[in-house]
């Protein structure tokens, strides 16, 4: 069938290549219209990239300028000289590097947890047979649209009561039970591998969590990969959570430790800037090593959604 | 009225067809609760006690210590009829949401288009416009606080360039909400991506009949490409509704709700009179019209997509 096809879209292209080509002055003035539709492409998303870009670099530019100039017109974009002080000042007069480590064992267990409760639900939702199944998936899709606010309150009042004020202990525990959103994308890519495989190990007597650990894991590394992703920016970015449970400076993840550096800063841009800089670093980092699971997670959870 | 339709979103798993004895159906059944428990336990306990939790709280004046009195509705009654900043951080929100749930949608969609060309550079192109919607939180919200900066921000210098009038982006209560709406739409390369995969997604052979039978650019976006990535922009717009109704870090970190409350946005207030002034009752109340708001818009989003979204392969 494929050969037949080939052979028939051959048959198509050659009949406009020799269309074309008899009728050249028709064939010149398509190309050229093509040609210009690309070049208008090209300016328009070449300016939005540009857009996209400055803020970043005009951050970066700021962030290793000397105070005056900040403030110098006509604006400098290149500063003279590079002030790097300002990022061993940023490290010495907060405890930025506390902040960074505090954020790195929060997000670390934060996305191992991610990982455990979603894939175990999903494995359930994606291959075991029980009543109600349909309902409950429905039920975890629907509680995507349940705003944090309506939950904050209560869960406050509780982990109040029982004494996790001031620890991570509110951020974590929860993660260990299943989050919609990776669920949803684990038990979406659970449904691409092929059943046989895992009534083949049955067959071999393997029970289900030896066909979860060995078979269904193993093949889901890119979506895991996903998962972990998803998580990392989670918790690394997330604010409202420990501006509210984290009441001493010494466990300030970096989120409300820029925040409470910066107001404290009060005009001194190039020290806020550098802060920023430091914080959007590994993010940075992790999105340009990752990008390409990264975009392909987004595309799962988007358009299979 | 949007489970069923959520649920239709997805595809549906592939189950063999063994006929099995009520035994083996049985363990299997017991096998799928203890699966699925991270999810129901973790549902239990971290949504659905606390949104029953916050709906009774909500008829309370509890300020975090001391006796629970019942106060009925007087909560809601001094919400609805004397309280003005309730109704500004209500009308912010629905300025905001307004203002940005359109223009991600029609820039999110218009980039997608542009981006989906067989032309060089494409895949360089596709990650600018993405790397700045992974970033978010407290740090792009301090490095936007200076881009608005009316005298050294990057954006009046831009505006300065082309001789234009400079504007008071976060000093002026006009431009506060458009400013925010701005920075919001710095990330829209995540919509555009999932709309780029949603467009390269439809059949080519539609766009080939369409084109057989002469029609344009215009109807081919307007009869093929609409139509058939509606699944993927609904399930967009209705998470892009969801998170802008809870907007917070940006306003906190950057206006503080102000000038003069312009920019108070719904969960800021929330968060004042929750976690400033104690008045979790009445924080509660708020919290619970929140809720109904945005299942309220989400249900009514998917009733008014209902006859226009087209799920290809059901009947």
Same mark, same amino acid.
């Given at each position: 069938?494929?050969?037949?096809?080939?052979?028939?879209?051959?048959?198509?292209?050659?009949?406009?290549?020799?269309?074309?080509?008899?009728?050249?002055?028709?064939?010149?003035?398509?190309?050229?219209?093509?040609?210009?539709?690309?070049?208008?492409?090209?300016?328009?998303?070449?300016?939005?990239?540009?857009?996209?870009?400055?803020?970043?670099?005009?951050?970066?530019?700021?962030?290793?300028?000397?105070?005056?100039?900040?403030?110098?017109?006509?604006?400098?974009?290149?500063?003279?000289?590079?002030?790097?002080?300002?990022?061993?000042?940023?490290?010495?007069?907060?405890?930025?590097?506390?902040?960074?480590?505090?954020?790195?064992?929060?997000?670390?267990?934060?996305?191992?947890?991610?990982?455990?409760?979603?894939?175990?639900?999903?494995?359930?939702?994606?291959?075991?047979?029980?009543?109600?199944?349909?309902?409950?998936?429905?039920?975890?899709?629907?509680?995507?649209?349940?705003?944090?606010?309506?939950?904050?309150?209560?869960?406050?009042?509780?982990?109040?009561?029982?004494?996790?004020?001031?620890?991570?202990?509110?951020?974590?525990?929860?993660?260990?039970?299943?989050?919609?959103?990776?669920?949803?994308?684990?038990?979406?890519?659970?449904?691409?591998?092929?059943?046989?495989?895992?009534?083949?190990?049955?067959?071999?007597?393997?029970?289900?969590?030896?066909?979860?650990?060995?078979?269904?894991?193993?093949?889901?590394?890119?979506?895991?990969?996903?998962?972990?992703?998803?998580?990392?920016?989670?918790?690394?970015?997330?604010?409202?959570?420990?501006?509210?449970?984290?009441?001493?400076?010494?466990?300030?993840?970096?989120?409300?430790?820029?925040?409470?550096?910066?107001?404290?800063?009060?005009?001194?841009?190039?020290?806020?800037?550098?802060?920023?800089?430091?914080?959007?670093?590994?993010?940075?980092?992790?999105?340009?090593?990752?990008?390409?699971?990264?975009?392909?997670?987004?595309?799962?959870?988007?358009?299979?959604? | 009225?949007?489970?069923?339709?959520?649920?239709?979103?997805?595809?549906?798993?592939?189950?063999?067809?063994?006929?099995?004895?009520?035994?083996?159906?049985?363990?299997?059944?017991?096998?799928?609760?203890?699966?699925?428990?991270?999810?129901?336990?973790?549902?239990?306990?971290?949504?659905?006690?606390?949104?029953?939790?916050?709906?009774?709280?909500?008829?309370?004046?509890?300020?975090?210590?001391?006796?629970?009195?019942?106060?009925?509705?007087?909560?809601?009654?001094?919400?609805?009829?004397?309280?003005?900043?309730?109704?500004?951080?209500?009308?912010?929100? @629905? *300025? #905001?949401?307004?203002? +940005?749930?359109? &223009?991600?949608? !029609? =820039? $999110?969609?218009?980039?997608?288009? %542009?981006?989906?060309?067989?032309?060089?550079?494409?895949?360089?192109?596709?990650?600018?416009?993405?790397?700045?919607?992974?970033?978010?939180?407290?740090?792009?919200?301090?490095?936007?606080? @200076? *881009? #608005?900066?009316?005298? +050294?921000?990057? &954006?009046?210098? !831009? =505006? $300065?360039?082309?001789?234009?009038? %400079?504007?008071?982006?976060?000093?002026?209560?006009?431009?506060?909400?458009?400013?925010?709406?701005?920075?919001?739409?710095?990330?829209?390369?995540?919509?555009?991506?999932?709309?780029?995969?949603? *467009?390269?997604?439809?059949?080519?052979?539609?766009?080939?009949?369409?084109?057989?039978?002469?029609?344009?650019?215009?109807?081919?976006?307007?009869?093929?490409?609409?139509?058939?990535?509606?699944?993927?922009?609904?399930?967009?717009?209705?998470?892009?509704?969801?998170?802008?109704?809870?907007?917070?870090?940006?306003?906190?970190?950057?206006?503080?709700?102000?000038?003069?409350?312009?920019?108070?946005?719904?969960?800021?207030?929330?968060?004042?009179?929750?976690?400033?002034?104690?008045?979790?009752?009445?924080?509660?109340?708020?919290?619970?019209?929140?809720?109904?708001?945005?299942?309220?818009?989400?249900?009514?989003?998917?009733?008014?997509?209902?006859?226009?979204?087209?799920?290809?392969?059901?009947?």
């Amino acid at each position: 069938v494929s050969s037949e096809r080939t052979s028939a879209e051959m048959m198509l292209s050659g009949a406009r290549v020799s269309r074309y080509s008899t009728g050249g002055k028709v064939a010149a003035r398509k190309r050229k219209q093509a040609r210009a539709r690309s070049l208008g492409s090209y300016v328009v998303l070449g300016i939005g990239a540009a857009v996209m870009l400055l803020p970043v670099v005009w951050l970066l530019s700021t962030s290793l300028k000397p105070p005056d100039q900040v403030y110098s017109i006509p604006m400098v974009w290149v500063p003279r000289p590079f002030e790097w002080g300002n990022y061993a000042e940023v490290f010495s007069s907060s405890p930025f590097a506390r902040y960074l480590i505090v954020t790195g064992v929060v997000t670390g267990i934060g996305i191992l947890a991610s990982m455990c409760g979603s894939s175990m639900a999903a494995y359930a939702f994606a291959r075991i047979r029980f009543p109600g199944r349909q309902a409950m998936f429905g039920i975890m899709l629907a509680t995507l649209m349940v705003p944090v606010w309506t939950l904050i309150i209560p869960t406050y009042i509780f982990f109040g009561k029982i004494g996790w004020l001031n620890s991570y202990l509110p951020i974590l525990v929860p993660a260990f039970f299943a989050t919609p959103f990776n669920t949803f994308l684990l038990r979406q890519f659970f449904l691409t591998i092929p059943v046989e495989l895992e009534e083949a190990a049955r067959m071999d007597g393997a029970s289900r969590r030896m066909i979860f650990l060995t078979i269904m894991l193993p093949l889901s590394r890119t979506a895991l990969t996903m998962v972990a992703l998803f998580s990392f920016f989670y918790y690394w970015n997330e604010f409202l959570l420990p501006l509210i449970y984290i009441q001493t400076q010494n466990l300030y993840p970096v989120s409300v430790g820029i925040a409470n550096f910066v107001s404290s800063l009060q005009q001194n841009y190039p020290l806020q800037m550098a802060a920023a800089a430091v914080a959007l670093l590994p993010p940075l980092a992790i999105f340009f090593v990752f990008q390409r699971w990264f975009i392909q997670g987004i595309v799962v959870s988007g358009v299979k959604g | 009225v949007a489970l069923s339709d959520v649920t239709a979103l997805v595809p549906q798993p592939v189950v063999g067809r063994r006929v099995r004895s009520s035994a083996k159906a049985r363990r299997e059944a017991l096998d799928g609760y203890i699966w699925v428990s991270p999810w129901l336990i973790g549902f239990v306990a971290f949504t659905l006690v606390p949104l029953v939790a916050s709906l009774m709280l909500g008829f309370t004046d509890w300020t975090g210590s001391g006796a629970i009195h019942w106060v009925g509705f007087a909560n809601y009654v001094q919400l609805f009829t004397g309280d003005p900043l309730f109704w500004q951080s209500l009308k912010v929100t @629905f *300025i #905001f949401a307004a203002l +940005y749930l359109p &223009l991600s949608f !029609i =820039l $999110g969609f218009m980039l997608a288009l %542009l981006m989906n060309q067989p032309l060089r550079g494409m895949r360089i192109l596709r990650t600018i416009y993405f790397a700045p919607s992974v970033l978010s939180g407290v740090a792009v919200a301090v490095m936007w606080a @200076f *881009i #608005f900066n009316q005298n +050294y921000g990057l &954006l009046d210098w !831009i =505006l $300065g360039i082309f001789h234009l009038p %400079l504007v008071p982006w976060l000093t002026s209560e006009i431009w506060v909400i458009p400013a925010i709406v701005l920075m919001q739409l710095w990330g829209v390369g995540a919509s555009m991506l999932i709309y780029l995969a949603g *467009i390269q997604n439809v059949p080519t052979d539609l766009y080939d009949a369409s084109r057989a039978d002469g029609a344009g650019w215009w109807r081919r976006l307007w009869h093929v490409t609409l139509p058939m990535t509606s699944p993927t922009i609904l399930f967009n717009v209705l998470l892009g509704l969801v998170a802008s109704f809870q907007i917070f870090t940006q306003a906190y970190i950057i206006t503080q709700g102000g000038p003069n409350y312009a920019s108070y946005f719904y969960a800021l207030n929330l968060y004042d009179t929750a976690f400033g002034a104690l008045r979790l009752g009445y924080a509660s109340a708020m919290a619970t019209i929140l809720f109904i708001i945005v299942v309220g818009l989400s249900c009514v989003l998917f009733r008014w997509s209902r006859s226009r979204v087209f799920y290809a392969g059901r009947q």
